[in-house]
């Protein structure tokens, strides 16, 4: 039981870090989701809806034209680097040495695992249902959405009353 508690409020503890709502972006009939997390531990989520199969960076540019998000790219013949994001008053640029450049992963569904392509963002087709990530100072993947963090305390609720139950 105190196992359970423990769970729960480290889930809850959890949750309180991440962002309070998703900011709907775009318009059309698919969708797709970016997760943002700054080196200082802000984190940002947009749910974007379009039409057709934007990039990665297509992604990006929906964000920048409804938002003030705003990236630094950098063409390097072969593919797309970002090199900066800056949102509501946060900012990671360049390369710092180690992990400290934008990660860049990907989920192809809500179910799959965050996980890093062999291709840049530039490269990605991006269907409905996807996620993209970017982190920039780790190589972690992106922070659960709240949604995700949402099911997992409600299924350990759900535990914590069957134990009860049982008793």
């Known amino acids: 039981m105190r196992r359970i508690v423990l769970i729960v409020s480290v889930l809850s503890l959890s949750a309180a870090g991440a962002p309070a709502a998703l900011m709907p972006v775009g318009s059309g009939a698919s969708n797709a989701m970016v997760v943002i997390n700054f080196k200082d531990g802000a984190i940002y989520e947009f749910a974007l809806a379009f039409d057709g199969s934007p990039t990665g960076i297509g992604l990006?540019?929906?964000?920048?034209t409804e938002t003030t998000l705003t990236t630094v790219r950098e063409d390097f013949g072969w593919g797309v680097f970002i090199d900066g994001i800056s949102y509501d008053g946060h900012s990671n640029m360049g390369f710092g040495g180690g992990e400290d450049w934008w990660h860049y992963w990907?989920?192809?569904?809500?179910?799959?695992?965050?996980?890093?392509?062999?291709?840049?963002?530039?490269?990605?087709?991006?269907?409905?249902?996807?996620?993209?990530?970017?982190?920039?100072?780790?190589?972690?993947?992106?922070?659960?959405?709240?949604?995700?963090?949402?099911?997992?305390?409600?299924?350990?609720?759900?535990?914590?009353?069957?134990?009860?139950?049982?008793?």
Not at 60 to 64: K, Q, R
């Open 60 to 64: 990006l540019d929906i964000i920048e």
């Open 106 to 167: 990907i989920k192809d569904s809500a179910l799959d695992p965050w996980q890093a392509p062999m291709y840049g963002a530039a490269d990605r087709a991006v269907t409905d249902g996807c996620s993209d990530g970017w982190v920039y100072g780790s190589a972690s993947e992106p922070v659960p959405e709240p949604a995700t963090m949402a099911l997992l305390a409600a299924g350990a609720g759900a535990a914590m009353i069957r134990l009860r139950r049982k008793r």
